[in-house]
Each structure stands twice: as structure tokens, then as C-alpha cells.
């Protein structure tokens, strides 16, 4: 994968799930955490979860709002769309390639 | 990240509990900045022993990646506290005008029939003593709390530096306060009835020798307190909190210049035997002015950074 989510190391599968998340609109901690698990299965932890929110973050990817008492809601920017996107369409690739080989296979 | 767990359906208040505990793990800047809204999810989420791992490996990945705390976000603490002692000064700016000011009433021989001819100097005065002390009780109610925080971290964490420099002014402060009573009290006598204190019987020079004397040592006790706090480590939530009242004093302290700066003109055009020499009367405006522009812009700056960075524009979400 040649897109900026090689640079998160371990954090990558959780901040594709983050944006995924967020590509619905903007949502604090837990509300991220229930839509990911609600729409993969996948229930991520707050450590991880906040490991990579700072990550992406300070990547530009994702921006925060104002906070709302205790709970701070994050929204994608612009930079985030557009490496999801180019994620995404790897993936596509990726599931292609698969289908198409074990069809063969 | 791990795949289909069923939720807990009865959670563990001491997990819960301990994974609270072990957010301390996190540098203090993270904390500053997530911590609230990490304890605010681990509130609702059903903690198991995983998680208690999970936030300490994140614990120790943001130490040893430090480097990723965005500038902006670590220094949150630092900025809200650097506008309020931007306000602080500003209010110090304040009082060198405000306190000068008085000349105008010095004498009431020629106060009194001027103000009683021209109600509006009296409205521009009361405006600006109305400000000055709404401004001084905004800055105490904020400033003491702020202080005693400063000063028992100070202790705790046995930054004797910063203890003393916030001591030691407090210290001077009221020993010329009890010089101050304790001289009034002493030298204030009797004269036909009448209680005479001993200011009252002071030449000008003298009078304006001890206001001086007072604003210097004002000036130094207040450079030495912004000095602290500078050093301090103020928490979040304190520096949050003082946030408030500094805003008070702000606004206390705008109202206040457009009373002297209104007192001023209407001196000059109306009552132009009040004046004071024009040098003193431009320092003054200029010093007002100052003051109302600093502390408009530090609590701005203020506001944003407790806001959390760049909030203009954004649209409220729910989450």
C-alpha cells in the first residue's frame, strides 16, 4: 500500500476504520467506537482508538471541534477524503485480485 | 483492535476504576488535551483487563512518541495561562490610569460645582470606578485560586523557586498593608472634633512620593507573581476556570477606558480647570487604551486555545 497509511505502523487498520467512520460525519470517542463496531464487528479499545486519533490528527487528517462538556467530536478533513478514497480504492483492487484468483483457483 | 466480543453485560466499576487510574501513565500535555474525553469514554465503555493493557501500551507509545503531540495541543495549558497573565498585566496597566485619574476630584472646592454643572463628568467617573472595581474583584476571584493552586503544586512538587517568588510578594504585600493600617491608626488624631488622618496633613510632595513608592512596589509584586505563575505548572481545569473571571475583567476594563476616555474629553471641553497637564493626560489615554486592547486580544487568543486551536468556522455537531 503505497498511501500515507503505511506511515501509521500498527494504527493503520484502526485509522481506516476511524475515517470510515467519520466519512459519515463527525462524532466524539465512544460514538466512533460503536459505529465501527456496529458496521465491522470490531470492537477497537480507547488506547488504540486514541493512538490513532493523535496520529491522524497530526497528519492533517481528521480535525477536532469544539468540545461538548467531557466528549470532543472530530470531523475528516478535506486531506482525510482524499486518502481514504485512495485507500479504499487499493482495497478494491486488493478484493479483486482475490476474487479473481480464487475464482481461479 | 480485536473481532466480535460480546459487551459485557454487568461491568466491572474497579476496572473501570483502574483504567482511570492509569491515564496518570500518559504525559501530562496528552492529558491536558485527551483526558477528559478518554475518562469520558472509558465511563461508557465496558472495560476487561484487555482494555487496562490496551491503555497502557498506548501510554507508553505516546512516550516514547512524544514528537507527535501537535504543538498546538501541547501547549494548550500554556497559552490559556499566558493570555491570563496578559490580562493580568493588562489590569495592572489599568490601575496605573485609573488610579491617576482621581486628580480630576482632588479638589472639591472645584469638583463639585463643575460635576454638579455637567452631571455626565460624574457618570464618566463613576463608570470608571464602577469598572475598576468590578475589574479588581474579577481579577481576585480568578487570581487567588489560581495562586493557592500555583503555590501548593509549587510545594508538592518542591519547585522552591516558584514557591518563594509567589510568597514573598504576598508576604510584602501585607506587611505594607499592616505598616500602612498600623501608621494610619497610630498617627490618626483628633483635631476639634474632627478625625484628621495623618495623609490628609502630608505636603503634595510627600503624598505623591508615597503613591509612587506604592505603585513600585505594586509593580514588582505584580512582576514577580507573573514571573511564578510563568514557571508554574497550572493544570487544566484551573487555568480553564480563571478563564472567567478574566473575561469579566475585560470587559470591566473596556467599559473602564470609554469612562476615563469619555472623562477626559468632557474634562477638557467642559471643565478645563480640572485638567491635569497634558503629558499626564495623554499617558493616561494611552495607558487605557493599552490596557483595553491588550486584554481584548489575550482573551481572544485565550478563548481559542481553551476552545481547543482554530474554532472559527466550525459547525456543531452531535456525536
Not at chain 1, 501509521?8 to 460514538?31: E, P, T
Not at chain 1, 491522524?56 to 462538556?69: F, M, N, R, S, V
Not at chain 2, 493616561?284 to 481572544?300: D, F, G, P, R
Request: charge should be positive.
Amino acid at each position: 500500500m503505497r498511501t500515507g497509511f503505511s506511515d501509521l505502523g500498527r494504527f493503520s487498520d484502526v485509522s481506516l476504520l476511524i475515517l470510515l467512520s467519520l466519512a459519515a460525519g463527525a462524532k466524539h470517542g465512544y460514538a466512533i467506537i460503536e459505529d465501527i463496531e456496529r458496521f465491522s464487528g470490531t470492537r477497537v479499545e480507547p488506547g488504540s482508538l486514541y493512538g490513532a486519533l493523535l496520529r491522524l490528527e497530526q497528519k492533517g487528517w481528521i480535525e477536532a471541534l469544539p468540545a461538548e462538556e467531557r466528549r470532543r467530536p472530530y470531523r475528516m478533513t478535506a486531506m482525510g477524503t482524499a486518502s481514504l478514497r485512495q485507500q479504499v480504492a487499493t482495497l478494491q483492487q486488493i478484493v479483486a485480485t482475490g476474487v479473481e484468483r480464487l475464482a481461479l483457483a | 483492535m480485536r473481532s466480535q466480543r460480546p459487551i459485557a453485560s454487568k461491568r466491572p466499576r474497579r476496572l473501570t476504576t483502574w483504567a482511570q487510574g492509569l491515564l496518570a501513565l500518559y504525559p501530562r500535555e496528552w492529558r491536558d488535551r485527551y483526558g477528559d474525553e478518554v475518562g469520558a469514554v472509558l465511563d461508557d465503555f465496558p472495560v476487561t483487563p484487555w482494555t487496562l493493557i490496551d491503555v497502557a501500551l498506548g501510554a507508553l507509545d505516546v512516550r516514547l512518541r512524544s514528537d507527535l503531540l501537535p504543538r498546538r495541543l501541547l501547549s494548550m495549558a500554556h497559552r490559556i495561562r499566558t493570555s491570563e497573565i496578559a490580562i493580568f498585566a493588562a489590569f495592572v496597566l489599568y490601575c496605573l490610569a485609573w488610579l491617576p485619574l482621581h486628580f480630576v476630584a482632588d479638589t472639591p472646592s472645584v469638583w463639585q460645582p463643575t460635576a454638579q454643572a455637567h452631571p455626565e463628568l460624574a457618570l464618566a467617573l463613576g463608570a470608571l470606578n464602577f469598572a475598576g472595581f468590578l475589574a479588581t474583584l474579577a481579577i481576585l476571584v480568578g487570581g487567588i485560586p489560581l495562586l493557592i493552586a500555583a503555590f501548593w503544586r509549587a510545594l508538592t512538587e518542591r519547585h522552591w523557586g516558584v514557591a518563594l517568588r509567589l510568597a514573598l510578594p504576598l508576604l510584602a504585600a501585607l506587611a505594607v498593608t499592616a505598616s500602612a493600617g498600623f501608621l494610619t491608626f497610630s498617627l490618626t488624631v483628633r483635631q476639634a472634633g474632627r478625625v484628621v488622618t495623618p495623609l490628609a496633613s502630608l505636603t503634595s510632595a510627600l503624598r505623591i512620593t508615597l503613591g509612587l513608592t506604592t505603585i513600585v512596589i505594586l509593580g514588582v509584586c505584580a512582576a514577580t507573581v507573573i514571573s511564578a505563575i510563568q514557571r508554574s505548572d497550572l493544570s487544566l481545569p484551573v487555568a480553564r476556570f480563571a478563564l472567567i473571571p478574566a473575561g469579566l475583567a475585560t470587559v470591566a476594563m473596556v467599559v473602564g477606558t470609554l469612562g476615563g476616555l469619555s472623562l477626559l474629553t468632557l474634562v477638557s471641553v467642559e471643565g478645563p480647570q480640572l485638567s491635569a497637564p497634558l503629558p499626564l493626560e495623554a499617558i493616561v489615554a494611552l495607558l487605557l487604551l493599552a490596557a483595553a486592547a491588550l486584554a481584548i486580544v489575550a482573551l481572544w487568543r485565550g478563548v481559542r486555545a481553551a476552545r481547543g486551536g482554530s474554532a472559527t468556522g466550525e459547525q456543531a455537531v452531535g456525536g
